[in-house]
């Protein structure tokens, strides 16, 4: 029988145990003349009883002529084997009146699967199901007796054997559900996961100041370099990259920003960084600056007035391979980047849950708006 033990989940929470099911059954006739049946079990105690309750299994028991001896139990696995054939049943029945023996046996194991992530990201959750997209999960028997055992998928997932008997699996490009159903000497279990695709980014940690965009006197920048998380942070992205897009979309510049001054401003454009990939680091971080460096030094000293540029910005993941699975990138949320400015000449950027602002004395602030739960 094939089983997997109670575990937690990233996505989902806690699972139960599963397990396939066997039928135990034992049974005799005493033929014409009865006889007496002998029977013995090895470490039946690593099976749990489900149904007609445990096995009846006397060292002995006398059958009357014409009568039949019989008990049976549907079992599920309650801990692996630990060698191949160490659950065991064994009885042997001798007939009254010529002595004859007849012997008769059956073994089993308790194979336990492990499902576990190549990468163990999240911390606290090595026994994860769910996945990210490109992310690779191994499937390992204990005991190691499942070689030349077939595998069948369901969903975009790649198989590949890491030995004789432990599969991994590396999961496409479709977020949802994902089975791996093992066949083995007859036996059928299937081991079900689920996909997910990147669906934000957030910061969740303070943005560092950059002192380089400080800039001098009154007419100073502001910039922040940002530790930023691709979510779902319950599985791992490591493999993909990000992208944000050229895009003319900023709105109407207003107030000070509108000034022809700022026109380059206007919109998302490569030497802002779009369209330029961005790596995912361990632990689904990636790393992102936004900076104002030139708030207009020919009007410095009083000739500020509030207003604001926005960009609003799409932005893409792809796979890190080039075969029939691309698709290219993939569009999955669009973000807004702020440039701001007061009267005062306190200048401000926003991108993402993080913010920074400077004043013309130059003293700076950084805040993270962590979501609810954070």
């Known amino acids: ?26 049974s005799a006739y005493g033929g014409t003349h009865g006889g007496s049946l002998s029977l013995s079990s090895q470490n039946l105690g690593k099976l749990a009883a489900v149904a007609g309750g445990a096995i009846n299994l006397p060292a002995i028991t006398n059958i009357a002529p014409h009568q039949s ?68 999960m191994t499937v390992t028997p204990y005991p190691d007796v499942l070689n030349g055992a077939m595998w069948e ?40 996961t689920m996909c997910l695709r990147p669906h934000d980014i957030l910061g969740l940690s303070m943005p560092t100041i950059l ?54 401003w206007w919109s998302h454009e490569k030497v802002q960084g779009a369209g330029t990939p961005m790596s995912i680091l361990s632990g689904n971080l990636l790393i992102d600056i936004a900076a104002m460096d030139d708030p207009c030094p020919q009007l410095a000293s009083g000739g500020w007035s509030a207003g604001s540029i926005i960009w609003t910005i799409p932005t893409s993941w792809r796979e890190p391979w080039d075969f029939s699975y691309s698709k290219g990138w993939l569009y999955f949320t669009t973000k807004t980047q702020i440039f701001a400015i007061d009267a005062a000449g306190t200048v401000r950027v926003e991108k993402f849950n993080c913010s920074v602002e400077r004043d013309v004395q130059g003293h700076t602030n950084a805040v993270v708006n962590l979501p609810e739960g954070r």
């Open 153 to 192: 998928t369901t969903g975009e997932v790649l198989e590949a054997s890491i030995n004789r008997n432990v599969k991994a699996f590396t999961f496409l490009l479709d977020e949802g559900s994902c089975t791996m159903t093992v066949t083995f000497n007859g036996v059928h279990y299937t081991v079900h």
């Open 69 to 136: 001896f019989f008990s049976t139990c549907v079992y599920e696995a309650a801990v692996k084997s630990d060698n191949d054939g160490d659950i065991s049943v064994t009885g042997y029945f001798i007939e009254n009146d010529t002595g004859t023996r007849i012997d008769g046996s059956n073994t089993l194991t308790a194979v336990m699967l492990l499902v576990a992530p190549v990468k163990p990201f999240p911390q606290g959750c090595p026994t994860r199901h769910t996945f990210g997209v490109c992310e690779t």
């Open 211 to 264: 002192s380089g965009n400080a800039g001098l006197g009154e007419a100073g920048g502001v910039g922040m370099e940002m530790g930023l998380t691709l979510m779902p942070d319950s599985v791992n992205f490591e493999k993909l990259r990000i992208k944000e897009r050229v895009t003319n979309d900023v709105g109407v510049p207003s107030g000070y920003f509108s000034l022809e001054y700022f026109r380059p």
């Open 1 to 26: 029988m094939i089983f997997e033990e109670a575990y937690l989940d990233s996505e989902y929470g806690a699972r139960p145990k599963r397990s396939t099911r066997v039928q135990l059954t034992v």
